[in-house]
């Protein structure tokens, strides 16, 4: 069974930083890409970034980018955001989900996701 | 980055009856390895997202047979043949054509 379970958020000052963790299992962690997904309270999903699983490859939204750093470690099946310069509008839950594998079957992208974890930026 | 625009941003539904939510993206969907990922998400309420559909048109597992996906190029549709009291949440497209993946705005979907 595949589970994704997040870890490391709180309640932190504007300025400050955080480190997410997400520990996953049931699949081949280090094959896939994983992203995190972020939802403001009360909005909708936010695209935040993606690893690949092949050349660990990293992309980032522009609303984080060069503040927020993603990263994996594959001998512990585990996924980190790095997040500095923390501001209000980062305000969120944090989703950590399962993203695609290179391959010519092409499975499905996003079939699963942790339960988040929320964080809040407040003085 | 391509834009996804969702249509209605608001369904309410008789129990029972169908719905329909549209789905335009800014740019062609189509990936160089022909795939297009065109994919559909619910979520319920207090929830974390869930996968409903994948490729355009694909059920993920378990997904009831009355959710249907269809569509090519840049628009795309999510059908619900008759509604349940359980499909009440919002429901997102999202591609993931390009790295820098992208959701729609979201479409709440309420019983009349």
């Known amino acids: 069974e595949v589970q994704l379970l997040e870890s490391g958020g709180g309640l932190v000052q504007p300025g400050g930083s955080l480190r997410l963790s997400c520990a996953a299992s049931?699949?081949?962690?280090?094959?896939?890409?994983m992203s995190w997904v972020r939802q403001a309270p009360g909005k909708g999903l936010e695209w935040v970034s993606i690893?690949?699983?092949?050349?660990?490859?990293?992309y980032y939204a522009d609303s984080v980018k060069g503040r927020f750093t993603i990263s994996r470690d594959n001998s512990k099946n585990t996924l980190f955001l790095q997040m500095n310069s923390l501001r209000a509008d980062d305000t969120a839950v944090y989703y950590c989900?399962?993203?695609?594998?290179?391959?010519?079957?092409?499975?499905?992208?996003?079939?699963?996701w942790g339960q988040g974890t929320l964080v809040t930026v407040s003085s | 980055d391509i834009v996804m625009t969702q249509a209605p941003l608001s369904s309410p539904v008789t129990l029972g009856q169908p719905a329909s939510i549209s789905c335009r993206s800014s740019?062609?969907?189509?990936?160089?390895?022909?795939?297009?990922?065109l994919s559909w998400l619910q979520q319920r309420p207090g929830q974390p997202p869930r996968l409903l559909i994948y490729?355009?048109?694909n059920r993920f597992s378990g997904v009831p047979d009355r959710f249907s996906g269809s569509g090519a190029g840049t628009d795309f549709t999510l059908k619900i043949s008759r509604v349940e009291a359980e499909d009440v949440g919002v429901y997102y497209c999202?591609?993931?054509?390009?790295?820098?993946?992208?959701f729609g705005q979201g479409t709440k979907v309420e019983i009349k």
């Open positions: 690893i690949t699983g092949d050349d660990g490859s990293t």
């Open positions: 740019q062609s969907l189509v990936h160089s390895d022909g795939n297009t990922y």
């Open positions: 989900a399962k993203d695609y594998i290179v391959g010519p079957s092409a499975p499905p992208h996003f079939d699963y």
């Open positions: 049931g699949f081949t962690f280090s094959s896939y890409a």
């Open positions: 490729k355009i048109s």
């Open positions: 999202m591609q993931s054509t390009q790295f820098l993946r992208t």
